[in-house]
């Protein structure tokens, strides 16, 4: 059977080659530019990345549901979580180095910067969902990490209060979270 706009996802879910394929025709030029914007420090690494991530729809398409979202949307958040991957394997790869390898932990100090840069656009992202007072809560505590009544103290919120706000932040991140793996 040939694989069209149609009938790929179910070519897919079939395990059928044909379906793969289409994919790979089709999505693969703008899956490559997402994993390129990531991991554009290591280009080496790109083509891993790619199959990788061709691999993941071809395993896990059978957590697609066409009712939440187009596919496109589906196969590009697992394409950026594949590359997010990519980048936290050389992470670890990188942080284990001999001392004779002196010049690359230079190399580490810009991939780490590159990750926390990551790493840093996500946690802003996730805490939008919370009102400027409980992400500054959620900062001193998670990031900082102040005592929660330190950081109550200094923002003059009682102790109480700030258990509740963690406990409904906490609630409204998994929500938000949720959404948008549904929007993904």
């Known amino acids: 059977m040939r ?3 149609n009938n790929f996802i179910t070519l897919l879910r079939s395990r059928k080659e044909e ?5 790979i025709e089709n999505y693969g030029g703008i899956l490559k530019f997402i994993v390129r914007k990531r991991l554009s420090s290591f280009p080496d690494q790109v083509e891993e990345c790619m199959n990788d991530i061709f691999l993941g729809i071809w395993r896990n398409i059978d957590s697609f549901d066409e009712k939440k979202g187009s596919f496109l949307n589906w196969a590009c958040g697992v394409a950026r979580l594949e590359s997010i991957d990519m980048l ?11 001392i004779d390898d002196v010049e690359i932990a230079q190399e580490d100090q810009a991939l780490l910067a590159i990750v ?3 790493l ?4 802003e992202e996730i805490l939008n969902c919370l009102s400027a007072k409980d992400r500054e809560l959620f900062r001193r505590v998670f ?6 009544e330190e950081a109550g103290n ?4 009682s102790r109480d209060n700030v258990y509740v706000r963690i406990f409904r932040g906490r609630k409204k991140i998994r929500n938000s979270i949720r959404e948008r793996k549904l929007i993904v």
């Open 3 to 5: 694989a069209n706009k």
């Open 19 to 23: 379906g793969i394929l289409y994919v």
């Open 88 to 98: 936290r394997r050389i992470r670890r790869e990188k942080s284990t180095i001999s």
């Open 116 to 118: 926390e840069q990551e």
């Open 120 to 123: 840093s656009e996500e946690t």
């Open 143 to 148: 990031m900082e990490e102040e005592e929660p």
């Open 154 to 157: 200094a923002m003059g919120i």
